[in-house]
């Protein structure tokens, strides 16, 4: 089965994909993303995009399964889900590619965002990289993901609510003038170069949860100039060094890459490009489970001090660099 279903009362589509159940746990002397696997090209690549074996979404879904009806409303599961392989290399991470090898995944990232919002039925192009056992990773090898939605999500439908509101009063965008603030702040600072300001929002609800805000206006990948790409790859890079240097070990995250909706009119004017971080540990060994609270009401709770932890933070991504 694999079809979108309708909630009528969070107002969002549910991916229904019964096949993703049966994805197997790779056995550890056999990798499809490692040259002479047959499903890559055996001379080696840098970076490699790869169709998903297991896609929840795809150009020719089936048609629904026939349960829908009245309240219940259901549509073919169209969309993409393609594989974004960072390396041949089947145990190098983010952190340690160089400067030129970060830069031609920023491209691949470009390329995907521009391909995949050229089919007019999508209308949401999601790029991120799942990291570590904790969040579900199957596949120990480097890669990261983009899932081309022919809807809107509904946490990304929120932010352009919030944004849309904040513009229509004030005419600003909501996303740069909380950077400002941040700035003029400044405790929450983690790093920042000449494109992009990594820091922990005053909200945030993740103990060690990293946005990512480019420092101009940039609604997607789209808008950005090379140099602004391969800086990207660079900061992005950083970012992983410098979880990893907090403990000392290699630390589990999810990387989700915020471009505006494409095909669904004009919100540029409204969207700012930016990156989220969601690490699953409070700690070096204790994780912070999203529990009722969170999930069954969607009020989160920080155990922590945002503008702690972003001391801390500041203090690995020094340790990362002096490396």
Not at 98 to 125: G, N, P, Q, R
């Amino acid at each position: 089965m694999a079809e979108l279903r309708y909630n009528p009362i969070s107002r969002d589509w549910v991916m229904v994909a019964s096949h993703r159940q049966t994805r197997p746990q790779m056995p550890k002397d056999w990798c499809p993303f490692c040259p002479g696997s047959g499903k890559v090209p055996d001379g080696g690549f840098d970076v490699f995009r790869y169709q998903n074996d297991f896609p929840a979404l795809s150009k020719n879904p089936p048609e629904p399964d026939g349960v829908a009806g009245g309240l219940f409303e259901a549509k073919p599961a169209y969309g993409v889900c393609e594989v974004l392989l960072y390396s041949d290399k089947h145990t190098v991470t983010l952190k340690e590619l160089d400067d030129t090898h970060v830069h031609k995944l920023a491209s691949m990232w470009k390329e995907c965002f521009t391909d995949l919002a050229a089919d007019e039925k999508i209308k949401y192009v999601y790029i991120f990289e799942n990291r570590g056992d904790v969040v579900g990773v199957t596949m120990p090898h480097p890669h990261g993901q983009v899932y081309g939605y022919s809807f809107i999500p509904k946490k990304i439908a929120e932010e352009i609510a919030g944004a849309s509101e904040y513009h229509n009063k004030t005419g600003g965008n909501l996303y740069l003038d909380l950077l400002k603030q941040e700035k003029d702040d400044g405790r929450r600072i983690i790093f920042e170069n000449k494109y992009f300001t990594v820091y922990i929002p005053f909200f945030s609800p993740i103990t060690y949860g990293v946005y990512v805000m480019a420092n101009r206006h940039i609604p997607s990948l789209a808008g950005m100039s090379a140099d602004e790409r391969n800086v990207l790859g660079e900061t992005l890079r950083d970012c992983c060094g410098m979880y990893d240097a907090l403990f000392d070990k290699e630390f589990p995250y999810m990387m989700c890459m915020h471009n505006a909706p494409v095909n669904s009119g004009d919100l540029d004017s409204v969207w700012q490009f930016h990156v989220e971080f969601f690490p699953p540990l409070r700690t070096a060994v204790t994780q912070q489970f999203f529990a009722s609270s969170e999930t069954g009401a969607g009020a989160w709770c920080n155990p922590n001090s945002p503008e702690l932890k972003a001391a801390e933070l500041k203090a690995a991504y020094e340790r990362f660099r002096t490396r």
